[in-house]
């Protein structure tokens, strides 16, 4: 179990620095495109930086609350379920993490989620039929996992991941559209065709890179939490059986879109089932088989 973990942790981390590494070389690559030379790019690298910097800080702030309202998540009070509450609390203390706010989202669907900041303003979303419908042990497998998710601070590193894929997609089409249509575009040197060619390559592949090194980070994250949720529970199989459940459902969730899929503990769209090679790299999360298999290897 431990061994699982720190591999998860050492994914996510490679594949952390490989975006980050993917964003700095994009901003130099459309730098050398609009400017002569090496120390103007270099600069223009500078005002990439910093607007990525600040569509970052504004998406971290605001993501929470926009994704609870999207999802139609309403605050759940103790006295409508208390069991619910106690199994949340219990986790909390065991942990040392703060009791995260919770939210019900009217639906038969079986789907949960994390989101927030950090492990001070986290809330956890449930629906209503994860909590009809799960035995005692398996809801608590599944909060389990979603504390995971605020343990590790996957609620901000989503966060971010979200704000790099959307500003590689706007600059990419700000370069293109510049390329194209700009007098500035006509007018430069020779001496920056190659750049122009090969800025004008990623522009179009980089928001399709973007988005698979997301997706390839979040499936990580979900392998990490289902380990770290049952080493809270010291029960791999109270989330397996629940992973079980959930993926016998087959009513897709209503209130989801594809913006907010990657949130939840199974994808709750319901599309992503026929999991060839080239699904998989476009998928949101982990083959489910796979995750009760690793589970059920935990406990063996």
């Not at 699904?279 to 406990?299: E, V, W, Y």
């Amino acid at each position: 179990m431990y061994n699982q973990i720190a591999a998860n942790k050492r994914n996510t981390w490679f594949l952390l620095i490989l975006f980050v590494a993917f964003v700095v070389g994009l901003g130099y690559v459309f730098g050398r495109a609009y400017t002569q030379t090496e120390e103007e790019a270099l600069g223009l690298m500078g005002v990439f930086g910093i607007v990525a910097i600040v569509y970052a800080t504004i998406s971290y702030f605001a993501s929470a609350s926009l994704t609870l309202a999207i999802s139609q998540a309403k605050p759940l009070e103790k006295r409508e379920c208390p069991e619910l509450f106690n199994l949340v609390e219990n986790l909390s203390i065991a942990t040392g993490l703060p009791t995260p706010k919770i939210y019900l989202i009217e639906d038969t669907a079986l789907n949960a989620f994390a989101t927030g900041r950090n492990p001070q303003t986290a809330a956890i979303t449930v629906t209503r039929g994860l909590v009809e419908k799960l035995d005692k042990l398996e809801l608590e497998g599944v909060l389990a996992h979603e504390l995971s998710h605020i343990q590790n601070y996957d609620i901000r590193l989503q966060c971010l991941i979200v704000a790099l894929v959307g500003l590689i997609a706007l600059v990419s089409d700000i370069f293109l559209r510049s390329i194209f249509y700009s007098r500035r575009s006509r007018s430069r040197s020779k001496g920056n065709a190659v750049f122009i060619l090969i800025g004008i390559v990623l522009a179009l592949l980089s928001p399709i890179i973007a988005k698979l090194m997301s997706l390839a980070i979040s499936r990580e994250r979900e392998y990490l939490a289902d380990a770290s949720g049952s080493l809270m529970t010291r029960h791999p199989e109270g989330l397996a059986k629940a992973l079980e459940k959930i993926s016998m459902d087959r009513e897709p969730l209503e209130a989801a879109n594809k913006a907010t899929a990657h949130l939840y503990i199974e994808n709750p769209l319901r599309n992503e089932q026929g999991m060839s090679w080239l699904n998989s790299l476009f998928s949101t999360h982990p083959p489910i088989a796979d995750r009760i298999a690793r589970l059920r290897g935990m406990g063996a």
